[in-house]
């Protein structure tokens, strides 16, 4: 692998600057195992910062559950209603 490749893979990989260095670092000096543990730590980051997000999802599909077990309506209808609601009260706002 070029450092060029690597360098791309790694950007690619939303990498910041100082961790695309000590990998080029790496490479050039032959530290495949050191390079191996830089890849592994930023991996690592990624799927903490996948499960925080999984976790907000789950919060807003949790939310809309209970918005729509609430009324009994789909969320959609909801939405459609307030806007034919607020186009009522600013007449501006028609068409």
Do not use: F, N
């Not at 893979?9 to 050191?34: F, V, Y």
């Not at 807003?60 to 959609?76: F, R, S, V």
């Amino acid at each position: 692998m070029t450092e060029e490749q690597l360098i791309q893979c790694l950007e690619d990989a939303g990498c910041d600057k100082k961790t695309i260095a000590s990998c080029c670092s790496c490479l050039s000096q032959d530290e495949r195992k050191q390079l191996e543990q830089l890849i592994k730590k930023h991996r690592c980051q990624l799927v903490c910062k996948m499960h925080e997000d999984q976790k907000m999802i789950d919060c807003l599909d949790y939310l809309t559950y209970q918005i729509k077990k609430e009324d009994g309506k789909p969320c959609e209808k909801r939405q459609e209603k307030r806007y034919e609601e607020r186009k009522a009260k600013e007449p501006w706002t028609r068409e």
